[in-house]
């Protein structure tokens, strides 16, 4: 049993530490076998699969677009409109809103594909999840938040935005993902 100073319940050593004090093996010998152990697992390769919602898979075509408009005071447009391509499958993971207005109240960004809202439980739960904040100053990755939306062939997304302050201002938005291609592996790292 190990007891680390003066208080504590005792601790259990592990079978490599219970020989290193009773004539097993010494410090030096633990640190080779590990760093052995260590070499070992880096000559055998092995491959690890990162998640599709949070990155391109190897040998995807990645897909980012992004829209900046100014919009007239009480006004309503849309800042970003497309529609998938025949044969297109995008997956999108990450978003971005931009406004340069002051008060969230006078700002609703509403998202849809084909007129349905998505991301409908992202933004400020006390306002019917109302879409108005910007993560940060601008619209690079730093400010993009994590979504997994897919379009598909014929599909068509949406960002309209109301400007309900009294003068003009700045509304972006940008959305970024990947082409889904079936003969695509996944991306990963290691052998």
């Known amino acids: 049993?190990?007891?680390?100073?003066?208080?504590?319940?005792?601790?259990?050593?592990?079978p490599e530490a219970e020989k290193l004090g009773s004539g097993g093996m010494s410090l030096g010998q633990v640190v080779m076998e590990s760093a052995k152990?260590?070499?070992?697992?880096?000559?055998?390769?092995?491959?690890?699969?990162?998640?599709?919602?949070h990155y391109s898979?190897?040998?995807?075509?990645?897909?980012?677009?992004?829209?900046?408009v100014s919009i007239d005071p009480a006004t309503t447009e849309t800042v970003l409109l497309y529609t998938a391509k025949?044969?297109?499958?995008?997956?999108?993971?990450r978003y971005g809103m931009f406004n340069n207005v002051v008060l969230g109240a006078n700002v609703k960004f509403y998202p849809t594909i084909n007129?349905?809202?998505?991301?409908?439980?992202?933004?400020?739960?006390?306002?019917?999840?109302?879409l108005?904040?910007?993560?940060?100053?601008?619209?690079?990755?730093?400010?993009?938040?994590p979504c997994d939306i897919v379009l598909t062939a014929g599909q068509t997304l949406e960002w309209r935005v109301?400007?309900?302050?009294?003068?003009?201002?700045?509304?972006?938005?940008?959305?970024?993902?990947?082409?889904?291609?079936q003969n695509t592996s996944e991306r990963g790292f290691g052998g």
């Open 1 to 14: 049993m190990l007891k680390i100073g003066n208080e504590g319940n005792p601790m259990r050593k592990g």
């Open 37 to 53: 152990a260590i070499l070992n697992r880096m000559k055998n390769p092995f491959n690890v699969f990162l998640p599709t919602n």
């Open 132 to 145: 108005y904040l910007s993560v940060g100053p601008d619209l690079t990755e730093n400010s993009l938040r």
């Open 162 to 181: 109301a400007n309900l302050s009294g003068s003009k201002a700045d509304f972006g938005v940008r959305m970024r993902g990947y082409l889904i291609n």
């Open 57 to 68: 898979p190897e040998g995807a075509e990645t897909f980012d677009i992004e829209r900046l």
């Open 115 to 130: 007129g349905n809202r998505i991301l409908k439980w992202h933004g400020d739960p006390q306002d019917n999840f109302s």
């Open 86 to 93: 025949e044969s297109q499958t995008i997956r999108f993971i």
